[in-house]
């Protein structure tokens, strides 16, 4: 395009804001808020300048490139594809398909195109030893879904435009713009939350930007929601207060629920919440009595000790208060393109626990081990143990805990093949990288942070610059290697029909998937007058068949279902394409029974799992509270994971990888405002400055996550100059809830000293 302007989603993290991004002489001249966007509604963060600073990058790869002696060389495409498949197919014959190990990063999430291509990619590579970003992030909030509601992606959404009482734990949406809540500008929806007479509380062992806005904060000590959270379940059941409402009928086990939260009243758990008993009770109460609340909690709650139990009671919380299903509390979404019917159909709602990994023993998850075992897998020997490794889009030495041991055990590797646009902290330990078109060269289509959002919305972007004929998408990379190496494996040559229908799908892309599945999906089509002979028809295959049935999902996922008809209709992909600013299809609106997918139909308040992992809190409130520092993390608006660091306009300014430290503290240590602190666990350590503030809870301290860019041999030039230090060197990889395999991320106890550089040098 070369003047006028271009609409489409900031892909940069879950918000989805709508830019508007004017084009003079084929060159970015502004992106602005998109005030036409339904959801967004002209909201933008300082990220979204971003999407010019990567897209025009000088460090941003372009062509394959391979380590050699004499430096990094280029490729052609050709030659680098057969080059990985080669050598992934050796690995596999050598070693067995297990010996390949594959890490999927965040930035999957965000790119239609990947997410169409990865099922074929994974399956061709065939290994079990997957892992995700997911163990380091909301896999707690799967596990309850799957336990609760039976499916891993059904996630209740708090109503945040119609609630009057928002609870909010362990997350920080005005830094994060939300999370399992596609929420922007979260600002100005507070703000009309605020008018309409709501009140917002906050708890968090740091005061953040979003706790400066609450009415009611609380510190909480790291690791204690669950206790918390239980204590809230108690009063409940002890004043009286539980009333399901919408969800009445479907809930079981309550009692067994009031059984196990029967020691853990809000006296017993004052301590070690570092919250008042009265306080507890005054929140539960809220919490109760307010018909419109909503409860919820996010990464500080799911990444740490209890991080399975506190997020299965989060939910537990909002059924016990009547807020499921309740406009104003949280709900189930109905995306115009439903990947939770989808997966149910095709029998992919989640499992856990299937099968272990080989060395710690740890659940799957979805087909995934948890990332803090990826080193363990790599470094010890015998059969199974990864020897190569596929990393697409992700950066799992900065993101996943002990980063410097899996850099050592990817050190220790055969081969490894990175899909990235950078080379940078993990993907310097590539053999290959093969950079994929930048995001601006893509459509987008927003699968994944649709079923999130607060608001029923779907948008279609186009490509704005064309992808020029050397360049390769995510999704051609990932199908042309899974194409060769399928081949490979079946001795170089396809059946026809299945090599017709590689080409088919390499020729076609994932748009017109999108199509069939915005066509098919409840806004879809309007069957128009060939209802009247097909609805009966519908009607009988909903009513009839068991409710697992793949013909009764089909039935429930058409425009004909009944549920769905009052719902506007006729969208497909052309119809997408007239409203560039998005379609709004509506608030979230109550979906239960129909949208429950356990065997009985029911919402199980309190599955085995969570129970048998009891005797650990038990436990934890029985052990006097330690006196050590203990570490989280924390989210700046202008940052995104680790990799936005190489944009100017964002790192520009006081230096935010700091540690944040209580005045307390600080004196206590001996540390001054101008100095730097030394940041230990075991043998691991890091160096930074630190940033003395009331807003962090004494006994805390907190890094943010992501940063780490001085390691040699990478290219991201402003990132370098920006290093910072990475939080994940100093966290232990052998913490992790053991409920639920996720990264304890916050909450791990260090030890903090002043850092003064000349001495230690003479020392040294
Ligand atoms: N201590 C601590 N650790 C954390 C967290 C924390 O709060 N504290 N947060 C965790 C969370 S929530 C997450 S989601 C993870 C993120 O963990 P990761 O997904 O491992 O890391 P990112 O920093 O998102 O890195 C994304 C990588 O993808 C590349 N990339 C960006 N866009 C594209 C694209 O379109 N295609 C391809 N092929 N590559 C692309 C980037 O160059 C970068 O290398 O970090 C986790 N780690
Ligand atoms: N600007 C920006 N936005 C982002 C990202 C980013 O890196 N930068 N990342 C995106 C991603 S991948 C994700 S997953 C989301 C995450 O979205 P959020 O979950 O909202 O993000 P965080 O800022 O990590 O919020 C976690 C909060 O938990 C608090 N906390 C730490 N430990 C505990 C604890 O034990 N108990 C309680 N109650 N609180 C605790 C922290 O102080 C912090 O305020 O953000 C997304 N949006
Ligand atoms: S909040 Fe910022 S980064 Fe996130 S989608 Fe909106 S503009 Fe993009
Ligand atoms: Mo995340």
Redesign the pocket.
């Known amino acids: 395009m070369d003047n006028g302007t271009h609409y489409r989603t900031c892909?940069l993290c879950e918000a989805m804001c709508g830019v508007a991004i004017e084009m003079k002489d084929g060159r970015i001249a502004s992106i602005k808020g998109d005030e036409e966007d339904p959801l967004s509604r002209g909201h933008i963060c300082p990220k979204a300048v971003a999407l010019q600073d990567l897209h025009e990058d000088p460090d941003r790869l372009k062509k394959p490139i391979r380590k050699t002696d004499s430096g990094w060389q280029e490729m052609d495409w050709d030659e680098a594809f057969d080059f990985v498949a080669d050598r992934l197919h050796k690995t596999r014959q050598d070693h067995g398909r297990n010996s390949i190990g594959v890490?999927?990063?965040?930035?999957?999430v965000?790119?239609h195109g990947?997410l169409v291509a990865t099922m074929p990619f994974l399956r061709a590579i065939g290994s079990q030893n997957r892992f995700?970003?997911t163990s380091?992030?909301?896999l707690p909030h799967m596990l309850a879904s799957l336990e609760m509601f039976g499916h891993q992606v059904l996630f209740p959404i708090p109503d945040i435009d119609h609630t009057e009482l928002f609870i909010c734990i362990g997350a920080n949406p005005m830094a994060s713009n939300g999370?399992l809540m596609t929420v922007p500008d979260f600002r100005g929806r507070l703000k009309a939350l605020k008018q309409r007479g709501g009140k917002m509380i906050v708890v968090d062992p740091r005061r953040t930007e979003t706790a400066k806005l609450a009415d009611e904060f609380h510190f909480i000590r790291p690791g204690g929601d669950a206790l918390l959270l239980m204590a809230m379940v108690h009063t409940l059941f002890e004043e009286g207060l539980v009333d399901p409402g919408p969800a009445e009928r479907l809930v079981k086990d309550v009692d067994l629920l009031r059984l196990a939260a029967l020691a853990f009243t809000p006296e017993a758990v004052s301590a070690h919440t570092g919250i008042a008993a009265d306080d507890i009770r005054a929140l539960a109460r809220r919490l109760a009595t307010t018909r419109k609340a909503a409860l919820y909690t996010r990464?500080g709650t799911s990444?740490q000790t209890f991080g399975g139990v506190a997020t299965w009671l989060a939910y537990c919380l909002n059924i016990l208060t009547g807020k499921l299903d309740l406009p104003g509390g949280v709900l189930f979404s109905q995306p115009a393109i439903d990947l939770v019917e989808l997966g149910a159909m095709s029998g992919q709602q989640g499992h856990f626990g299937t099968r272990h990994s080989r060395v710690k023993g740890l659940p799957e998850f979805a087909g995934e081990y948890p990332a803090s075992t990826m080193a363990d897998e790599m470094l010890t020997p015998g059969e199974g143990q990864i020897r190569a490794f596929v990393?697409?889009?992700?950066?799992?030495v900065?993101?996943?805990?002990n980063g410097r041991r899996l850099e050592e055990a990817l050190g220790g590797l055969d081969f490894i093949v990175?899909?990235?646009?950078?080379l940078?902290e993990?993907?310097r330990h590539a053999d290959i990288i093969l950079?994929?078109t930048?995001?601006l060269e893509r459509s987008h289509y927003d699968l994944i942070f649709s079923m999130f959002a607060v608001r029923n919305v779907a948008k279609y972007s186009e490509a704005l610059f064309a992808a020029s004929p050397d360049t390769r998408h995510?999704w051609q990379?990932l199908l042309e290697l899974a194409h060769r190496l399928e081949k490979q494996r079946k001795g170089g040559r396809l059946p026809l029909r299945t090599e017709l229908g590689w080409r088919a799908f390499k020729q076609l892309g994932p748009d017109p998937i999108l199509d069939l599945l915005l066509r098919s999906g409840p806004y879809g089509a309007d069957a128009g007058r060939a209802r009247g002979l097909l609805q009966p028809a519908v009607d009988l295959v909903i009513d009839l068949l068991p409710k697992r049935h793949p013909l009764r999902g089909l039935a429930r996922l058409s425009p004909l279902n009944r549920q769905w008809q009052e719902l506007p209709k006729g969208l497909s992909l052309n119809a997408l394409k007239e409203y560039p600013s998005g379609v709004d299809l509506g608030p979230l609106r109550p979906s239960l029974p129909d949208r429950l997918f356990t065997r009985d139909g029911r919402i199980n308040l309190a599955p085995r799992r969570y129970l048998d992992d009891l005797g650990r809190l038990h436990d934890f409130l029985a052990t006097p509270a330690d006196t050590h520092l203990h570490l989280i993390?924390r989210?700046h608006v202008r940052s995104?994971?680790?990799?936005m660091h190489n944009s100017q306009r964002l790192v520009k300014g006081r230096d935010r990888c700091t540690l944040m430290i209580h005045p307390r503290d600080a004196s206590r240590l001996g540390l001054q405002a101008a100095d730097s602190a030394a940041v230990s666990a075991d043998d691991r350590q890091i160096v930074l400055p630190v940033e003395i503030t009331e807003d962090i809870m004494p006994g805390v301290v907190s890094?943010?996550?992501?940063w780490g860019h001085d390691r040699e041999g990478t290219r991201q030039s402003v990132a370098a100059a920006h290093a910072g230090a990475s939080?994940?060197d100093v966290?232990s990889d052998g913490v992790i809830d053991p409920l639920s395999g996720t990264?304890v991320?916050?909450g791990q106890p260090v030890t903090v000293k002043v850092w003064r550089p000349e001495r230690q040098r003479k020392r040294a």
Request: glycine share 6%.
């Open positions: 892909h890490y999927l990063g965040n930035p999957n965000h790119n990947s995700s970003a380091n992030d909301q999370s990464m990444t990393t697409v889009a992700g950066n799992p900065l993101s996943s805990p990175s899909v990235d646009y950078y940078n993990t993907t950079p994929p930048a995001a995510d990379i993390g989210r995104n994971n680790s990799w890094i943010p996550h992501g939080i994940n966290l990264s991320l916050n």
